[in-house]
C-alpha cells in the first residue's frame, strides 16, 4: 500500500512539474490572457478539467509559475553567495547564477516581466516579498564593494536585473552562442553595477 501510495504522489508530483513547465510556456508565447486552461492540459495530455486536480484555477496556476521562480532565484542566489570566498567572487557567482538562470528560464523570465499585474492579491504579496529579498541579496553584495545610498544600490541591481532579463528572449539557442552570450553578460553586469556615476558628466 505504501509503495503504490508513494507511486501515485511520485507521478502526482510529476503532471505538476508538467502542468508549471506548460503554462509557463504558453503563457510565454500567447500571454497570460490568451492561454486556456484546456490549452495547458492539452499540453501535458490532460483535459482542461483534469487539471483542476492539481490547481484550483488558471490564475492559481500563474500564480505558482511566478512563485517558484522567485523562491528558486533566492535559494540559489544565497546558495552561490554563501559558498563565495570574499566579496569580489560573492558579486561574480550571483552575476553568474542570474545570467545562466535567465538564459536557462527565458519563459518564467519573460512571464514574469509581463503578468504579474494577473496574480492573485495573496500570490502578488508572496511574489513580491521574494523578489524583495532576492533583490537584498544583491544589495548586500554589492555593498561590500561600493559604497552608496541605498536608492542607489538598489537601482544598480534592478538595472542589471534589466539588462540580464531582456537578452535571452533575443538569443540564439546553440551551445556557443550561450557561452558567448554568458560571457558578455556577465561582464556587462559587473561594469554597471561598478560604474562610476559621475561617467559621462
Not at 546558495?79 to 519563459?107: K, P
Not at 523578489?131 to 545610498?149: C, M, N, P, V
Not at 556557443?176 to 556577465?186: C, D, I
Request: with cysteine; glycine share 6%; charged share 25%.
Amino acid at each position: 500500500m505504501t509503495s503504490m501510495s508513494t507511486a501515485r504522489d511520485r507521478a502526482k508530483a510529476e503532471r505538476t512539474d508538467a502542468l508549471l513547465e506548460a503554462a509557463a510556456r504558453l503563457f510565454a508565447e500567447r500571454g497570460y490572457s490568451g492561454v486556456s486552461l484546456e490549452d495547458i492540459g492539452s499540453a501535458v495530455g490532460v483535459s482542461g478539467p483534469a487539471v483542476y486536480r492539481h490547481f484550483p484555477g488558471k490564475q492559481a496556476l500563474l500564480g505558482a509559475v511566478l512563485a517558484q521562480v522567485s523562491a528558486d532565484l533566492v535559494s540559489g542566489g544565497t546558495e552561490v553567495s554563501d559558498r563565495a570566498s570574499d566579496a569580489q567572487d560573492r558579486m561574480r557567482a550571483l552575476i553568474r547564477f542570474h545570467v545562466e538562470f535567465a538564459l536557462g528560464n527565458a519563459d518564467v523570465i519573460r512571464v514574469q516581466d509581463r503578468d504579474v499585474a494577473h496574480l492573485s492579491d495573496a500570490d502578488r504579496a508572496e511574489v513580491r516579498r521574494l523578489q524583495r529579498t532576492y533583490i537584498d541579496l544583491w544589495i548586500a553584495a554589492l555593498s561590500e564593494l561600493r559604497s552608496g545610498t541605498a536608492e542607489d544600490q538598489r537601482l544598480r541591481v534592478q538595472a542589471c536585473f534589466g539588462l540580464i532579463n531582456s537578452t535571452p528572449h533575443s538569443t540564439r539557442s546553440s551551445a556557443r552562442a550561450h557561452a558567448e552570450t554568458a560571457g558578455v553578460l556577465s561582464a556587462m553586469a559587473i561594469s554597471a553595477l561598478l560604474a562610476d556615476s559621475t561617467t559621462g558628466q
